[in-house]
Structures are given as C-alpha cells and as structure tokens.
C-alpha cells in the first residue's frame, strides 16, 4: 500500500510531534488547531468501519474536514466530499495500516492538512481518493463517471506505477509521471506533499533503514518541492520530521534549547512586540504583532551561525495588516521609532519570490543588543506564504485570476504555460517549466532521477529579463549559456555571444539577480554547441541538450581553431592571424566563401589579390599650416573628413595628422609638442581603418567583406586575430569615395550576422 505507517505513540525512532507543539504557527490554521481537540485518527477509523452513512447525511468521519474547509469556503458544496468520503471508506474496508488503524485514516488525515491549508472542495476530493485506484478495486473510469475529469486528473497524477511493471525504476518514473501531471494541475504535488507529511508523521513501525531511505527521498525532492510551490507550513514541518529521523542526536540538542528557552520567565520577544503594538497603535495603524517562533531546523540552523543562542533568536515578529501599503507604513514607523538594521531589509513586495512569497523583512535592534527580526505583510500574503499554490483554490476555474488551462490535458505542453520560462503564471512556475523540459530529454530513470535531485538543490532563483521586456527565471549560480537554453531550447545551439546590461559578456558569465541578457543567435542553421559549454552549464535542461547533441554527433562540438596564414599584401597577419582576401575585379573586396576544413569561416589560405583589383595609392587631402611639410594621417585614429582634427610635426618635416579625441594627442601635449594647424581640402576621398567585433561562424567573412564591397568601400589591407571563446576581432583599412558614406558602411557591417560592433581604430597612447 501507498501509505505504510503507524501512529506517533508507536514506539520507535519516530520524529516526535514536539516540533509542531513548540514551534506552533501563528497562521490561522495554526490557531485553528490550537482552538479544537487533537484528531484521534482511530476513533475516526473505527467510526468508518461502522458502515455506510445515511444516504445525503454527512459521515461524523469527516466533520473534522469540513469544519475546517468551511473556516476558508463557507459557501462550499459538501456533496462531492460525501460521496468521496462514501465511496473511499467502503473500498479501504478491511485494510489496516501497518501500526493496526483502519487504513481510511490516512485518506482522512491527507485531506485534513489540505482542509486546514485553504485547499477547494475538488482538491479534498482527491484527496480523499487519492488511493483508490492504487490499492482497490476501484478504477480512474468510475472516478471519472462518479466525480468528473479533474478529479480523476488528480487522481491519476499521484497514484504509484507499479513495482511489478517497472522495477527499480518504478519510484523515479512515479515522480516523472507525477511532475509531468503537476505541469498541468500544481493540485496534483499538493495532494503528495499532504500525503507524504502524513507518512513522515507516522513513520515509527518502519524499519530504520526504511526510515532513513523515505526520509533521504523527502529531503531531496519533496521538501524542495514545497518550497518552490510555497507551501511553507508543510515545508517547514517535513523538514524537522526529517531532521529527527536523520539526524537524531543534533535534533534532541536543538529540542533541549527550545525547551530552556521556553521555560525562561522573560521573553525578549514579547517585549519587543509589546512596544511595537504601541507604536502602531500610536501611529493610528491597524495591526496585529505576532510572535512566530522558530522551527527546529530553523533554530538548528541559527545556532550554527551565530553560535551561542540568545532569547529573540528562538523567533522572529510577524506584524500582519490589511492593505499594502500599510505594509510600508509599518516599515516606516517602526525604522522611525525603533533602531533599524538596515542591512536586514529585503522588499519582497515589490519583487516576489520565485514561489509567490510576498513580505517585507527588517530587523530592529534592542538596546541590550539583540536584534530582532520582522516580517511584514497583509493577511492575505500571509496565507500564500503559509499555503503557497494551495492558497490559489481552484486557479484553472473561469474568472480566477490567473490564466485558465486544462489539466485535463495529456501532456505538458498542454497546459497554456508562458513561453522562455516566465513566472507570470503561478500554476506553471518557470522553474517547472524547465524541469519539465529537461526530463523529456533525459535517457533513463537513473539519469532523470540523479538530475531531478541535483536541480531541485538549487533552491534559490534569479530573474533576468531579455531587451524586449521579458523575463527568465534561472537558479542562482546559471551562466548566459543556461539563459540561451531557457529561452530558445535546442535552438540554443546556434548561440553565439551575448550582451549583460548593454555590455559584451563571454556565455560562460554567470549572472546575476536583475541583469538584462541579450542573446546573439547565429543564423546558420547547422550551427554546433561547443564542448566547452558543458563546463558553464548550471542548468539541467542546457546539459541534457548539450550533451545529447553530442552523442548524436561523436567527434562534434564546435572548438575554435587558430590558422594562421600570409596578409593580402604579403605581409605577415597581426599576431600570425589569418587575413581576408578580396575577391577578383568585379567585386572588390569580396572575400571567398569558406572552403571545407576551415574553422569559424575563416580561410585557411586565401588567394592572392589580381593586379588588376589593387586599390590605387591614396594620399590625404590636409592641408598644414607649414609650408613643404609631408601631411600624414595617423593610424592611431585614422581621421577622416569632417572630424575635427590636429597635427604634430615629427621627424623628417612630417606633420601626423590626428582626430582631436585621440589619445595621442593628450599624450604628446604632455610631453611639450607644438600643435600644427591643418584643415581638410576639398577632395572627399578618406582612407579609414575600422575595427569589427564579433563571434566566429561560418561564412562570417565572406558576408562582412561582401557588405564592405556593397557600400563601395576598397579594402586596402586587414588583418583577422585568431579566435578567442568564439570572439573574432577583424582590422580592415578601407579607401572610401566620399567620408560621408562612412556611417552607412559602420550600420552596414554591424548588420552582418554575429558582428556585435564596428568601431573606428583607436589605439592607446603609450605609457610616458
């Protein structure tokens, strides 16, 4: 059966009921549970076991549930949950659970957690059923005829594969068929979760070592699971349970800390909320202050931190108001009225969590120096922080306030799910939509399962947002080779570069919380990923991609190579580059296509240049204020008309002529030269070295070289630096008829596909 487990009180090394008591939730459901007697589960079963109910009357089994689904849908229709209830409790008869209950306990518990968080009347209702279909004779047929698709949906989602059919795959398959089924209804994940915190309460008949394999599994998936739906109060609970069954000797020292603090006569944290009840009250401000102490991870955790613990680091202060903007108007007060720590603040009002958590953190600070700390949100934040995607009821229903979907749907891609992993959607979060993706990719159980466990250990998320207004949400630590396999897929082979924030930046950059990514896409389509990306991928989905390519193309993945080869003129290429060369007469300064064997588009020996093609000498029209003087145009900037320029006298009567702007020129005024006035001629002619910047792909050459002959610009000489993490840097001096066609020749090579900027040459001026 799904559920093998036994009562509390069932002697063995069980994770005690002591955390939920200690660290009892200031939630309303918390106080809900503190205002009624403790369920006892065995007189519930034992009810269950007297027979049906009388037709239309509601089980005395279930009163419990509906009390506490009323307390949050006091207009609910109750009569599926008869019906559920009739139907679960006759198919479950006979069966016990391991500790000796009625089995329908567990159903019955599973559905009050769900009642107690907010869940709607269709969730409690497969809730109920949750089992049928696993351990009777029940089918998904009859769940359907008698309750309708979406719960046999449910249903469906969170029933095990068998063991027989499957084997040892059958738990990793279970959970990529239940993931897959969440990627259409989230429900499906908080049936589990309520499931699975039912177990882990009543593990203690369980075998150690069987303890201990569940435990591992719900610290691995489950729990990260809660925490990305933002169902805290079962979060927070599944991980102390586990907490005591793996670390029980760490547990029963934290538990001893909480008890002496517990028996203290005075809490510090009771007088802080006192003053701050005063001072909201003062400010004429409609609040509560709440004391919300720590569970015992949390207190484990702190411990570990700050080492020895003192009275206000047992809690934290929950202060809930109605609108949000009194959620400033608390923050406001108090940073007025009390000793702010300011380095505490975080708004997550304005910036949600990945998991829908809003709320404002601050911390003040006590004048024997404790420093308390404060969270600030209206009642309803505080419900979606408590209860996550099961504070959202029914979000597919008509007229929700999120996007309706089909859960009903087959498969993922059915659900209307934002497209590049957007988190616009709370019921198919960006980062279920990347898992969801990767999965399908992933080869077997083993390889989905490990995968699964190491994406869901990165349990923090950034936002990054694309130039059209988009965004991408990525786990901390993801490069922008993860942010192009987020936004294009497979498709993101063809990436070949990207700016962060208006700048360049290498795929392998790793980014940060806010930056704006832009991604360069080649438009080749048999463009390859390289090797080297494996070691900048964060992300499952960008592994799984790259390596899958890979393996479909042994002895692939693009690496830069390095040819080396003569310059056009004869001349040995900068750095031992390889140059371009133009094309014959008729399309001067064509390069030739890529040939086979070169790397990057590059030609590995280009042809010599016809005679009849060279450009013709060219000498600049300057005119200097030195008579018999030889004008010159510097190569540092090489100006060209209408820039304002200077000149230098240098040796052999040479005057160099400079753009105002130049490096050179500060440098040799610093060194004492006199300035030589010059001025432009007549002649509209320019020689101009430009310098193009961009990303090695096939043909790139013969494409740039191609839109310099289609503005009419000569090349005169060019040098191509070997390629360095895809990024290619080309030197072109070109011979222009006219200067004002420059700026239509700079637009025009920057519009070649993987050129990121064209740039006029400047060079540094040297050290003095």
Not at 82 to 98: F, I, N
Not at 240 to 247: G, K, Q, R, S
Not at 675 to 699: I, K, M, N, Q, Y
Request: aromatic letters at 4%; proline letters at 8%.
């Amino acid at each position: 059966m799904s559920a093998e487990a036994t009562n509390p009180a069932t002697a063995g090394p069980v994770a005690p009921a002591a955390p939920q008591a200690l660290t009892a939730s200031a939630a309303p459901a918390a106080a809900r549970r503190k205002s009624r007697p403790r369920i006892d589960l065995r007189r519930l079963g034992r009810a269950a076991l007297l027979g049906p109910a009388v037709r239309d009357k509601l089980p005395d089994a279930i009163s419990h549930v509906v009390e506490a689904h009323r307390a949050h849908h006091p207009d609910a229709d109750l009569e599926p949950l008869r019906r559920a209830y009739v139907l679960a409790e006759s198919s479950h008869r006979g069966q016990m659970r391991k500790s000796g209950e009625p089995y329908i306990t567990h159903p019955l518990a599973v559905t009050l957690i769900l009642a107690e968080l907010g869940a709607e009347t269709t969730t409690l209702t497969a809730s109920l059923l949750h089992d049928t279909v696993e351990d009777t004779e029940v089918t998904l047929d009859q769940v359907r005829e008698q309750f309708g698709e979406e719960v046999r949906y449910l249903v469906d989602g969170v029933t095990k594969l068998e063991k027989v059919d499957y084997g040892a795959a059958a738990e990793p398959e279970t959970f990529r068929k239940m993931l897959v089924a969440t990627g259409n209804d989230v429900r499906v994940m908080s049936i589990k979760l309520a499931d699975r915190l039912h177990n882990m309460r009543t593990l203690g008949v369980m075998r150690p070592e069987k303890q201990a394999r569940i435990a591992k599994v719900t610290r691995d998936v489950l729990i990260p699971l809660a925490e990305r739906l933002g169902v805290q109060a079962l979060k927070t609970e599944l991980e102390d349970l586990v907490f005591a069954i793996l670390h029980p000797e760490e547990y029963e020292h934290t538990r001893e800390l909480i008890a002496e603090n517990a028996a203290r006569r005075t809490d510090p944290l009771a007088e802080v909320a006192d003053e701050m009840r005063g001072v909201l009250r003062e400010a004429d401000i409609p609040a509560e202050v709440l004391i919300r102490p720590r569970h015992f991870v949390s207190v484990h955790r702190v411990s570990r931190k700050r080492g020895q613990l003192r009275g206000t680091d047992f809690g934290r202060l929950l202060v809930l108001v109605n609108e949000d903007a009194d959620c400033y108007g608390v923050l406001g007060e108090l940073h007025t009225c009390m000793t702010p720590v300011v380095s505490e603040f975080k708004d997550f009002i304005a910036v949600p969590k990945f998991n829908l958590y809003q709320s404002l953190h601050t911390a003040v600070a006590r004048p024997d120096g404790q420093v308390v700390e404060v969270l600030i949100r209206t009642h309803q934040m505080h419900k979606v922080a408590e209860a996550g995607v099961v504070a959202l009821g029914n979000p597919y229903a008509p007229g929700s306030d999120v996007p309706a979907c089909d859960p009903r749907a087959a498969g993922p891609a059915a659900a209307d799910a934002p497209a590049d992993g957007e988190r616009a959607d709370p019921t198919r979060p960006g980062w279920l939509s990347r898992l969801l993706d990767w999965q399908q990719g992933a080869p077997d159980p083993d390889t989905f399962w490990s995968t699964l466990r190491e994406d869901l250990a990165q349990d923090r998320e950034i936002t990054v947002f694309r130039p059209d207004g988009g965004a991408l949400g990525l786990p901390e630590g993801a490069t922008c080779v993860d942010a192009a396999y987020a936004q294009y897929g497979e498709d993101a082979h063809a990436c070949i570069g990207a700016r962060v924030d208006g700048r360049l930046a290498t795929l392998s950059t790793v980014l940060r919380d806010g930056d704006t990514v832009q991604l360069l896409m080649g438009q080749d389509p048999a463009s390859e990923p390289s090797r080297e990306w494996l070691e900048h991928a964060h992300t499952a989905a960008a592994r799984i991609a790259i390596q899958r390519w890979l393996a479909t193309h042994p002895g692939g993945g693009a690496e830069p190579a390095e040819p080396s080869c003569a310059a056009p003129d004869g001349t040995a290429a900068r750095d031992g580059a390889p140059a371009p060369a133009p094309a014959p007469a008729g399309r001067p300064g064509t390069a030739s296509a890529a040939r086979p064997g070169t790397a990057e588009g590059i030609p590995s020996a280009p042809p010599a240049r016809p005679a009849d093609s060279a450009p013709r000498p060219w000498r600049a029209d300057v005119l200097a204020d030195r008579p018999g003087a030889t004008v010159r145009l510097a190569g540092c900037c090489t100006p060209v008309p209408p820039d304002e320029i200077t000149g230098f006298a240098v040796r052999g009567g040479v005057v160099t002529v400079h753009r105002v702007g130049c490096a050179a020129v500060a440098h040799m005024k610093s060194r004492g030269r006199a300035e030589v006035d010059v001025r432009w001629g007549d002649t509209a002619e320019c020689r101009v070295t430009l310098v193009a910047e961009s990303f090695g792909r096939p043909h790139l050459l013969a494409d740039l070289t191609e839109a310099i002959a289609l503005e009419g610009a000569e090349i005169v000489s060019a040098t191509v630096e070997p390629p360095s993490q895809q990024r290619v840097r080309h030197t072109y001096t070109l011979q222009l008829p006219d200067a004002a066609r420059l700026p239509a020749l700079m637009r025009a090579m920057r519009d070649v596909p993987g050129v990121y900027d064209v740039t006029r040459a400047q060079h540094q001026a040297p050290a003095s």
